[in-house]
Each structure stands twice: as structure tokens, then as C-alpha cells.
């Protein structure tokens, strides 16, 4: 059993950056995948970027360029650089860690982008 606490989100102006942090209680090298997911009340989650236990990232084409997904294994940390953020990103977000036949999910935290 894993835990992970997501922190970092706020309200932040067009244009603006924020940093999601997400915490795991465990190592994250036990997980082939951790990811981050977003929210919007009303619709489904929709999956935002991903770091496989190789260090490869992938994106959705909507944050591709603006988002830098990271982790650091020492610190059992997943993170999630979000610049040039724009009104649409606002959205509660999730950290998520996944490996054959397990998922887990943090609480979520909020990002707002507005003027």
C-alpha cells in the first residue's frame, strides 16, 4: 500500500506557472508508471502526462510543450512543472501510481487559472 498527497496547487494568472508536487510513502521505483490526471467537475478525468520507471515521458497534446512531468526517486517525489498555464488547465489534479494488477491515487489538489 502506497500513499501519495499532491500539493502545489493555487491560483495563478493566464500566462502563469505552478509546480504540483506529489509525495509518495513508498518508493516510486516500485511503480512502472507514476502519472498526473485532471478533473473538471462534470467530466471525466482526463490523463495529462506520465513518467514510465525508464524516465520516459509522454503528454497529452493539449499540455504538450507547456508541461514538464519529473520525479525523484531519492525523495519519492513525482512533479509536475505547468507553464504558460491558460484558463482550460484549471482543473483539480491528481497524482496517480500504477503497476501490473495496482493503481493508486492521491486526493488531489486544485489549480485555478484566472485574471
Known amino acids: 500500500q502506497v500513499h501519495l498527497v499532491e500539493s502545489g496547487g493555487g491560483l495563478v494568472q493566464p500566462g502563469g506557472s505552478l509546480r504540483l508536487s506529489c509525495a509518495a510513502s513508498?518508493?516510486?521505483?516500485?511503480?512502472?508508471?507514476m502519472g498526473w490526471y485532471r478533473q473538471v467537475p462534470g467530466n471525466e478525468r482526463e490523463w495529462v502526462a506520465a513518467i514510465s520507471s525508464g524516465d520516459s515521458t509522454n503528454y497529452a497534446d493539449s499540455v504538450k510543450g507547456r508541461f514538464t512531468i519529473s520525479r525523484d526517486g531519492a525523495k519519492n517525489m513525482v512533479y509536475l512543472q505547468m507553464d504558460s498555464l491558460k484558463p482550460e488547465d484549471t482543473a483539480v489534479y491528481y497524482c496517480r501510481a500504477s503497476r501490473v494488477g495496482y493503481e493508486t491515487w492521491g486526493l488531489g489538489t486544485q489549480v485555478t487559472v484566472s485574471s
Open positions: 513508498r518508493s516510486i521505483y516500485n511503480f512502472n508508471t
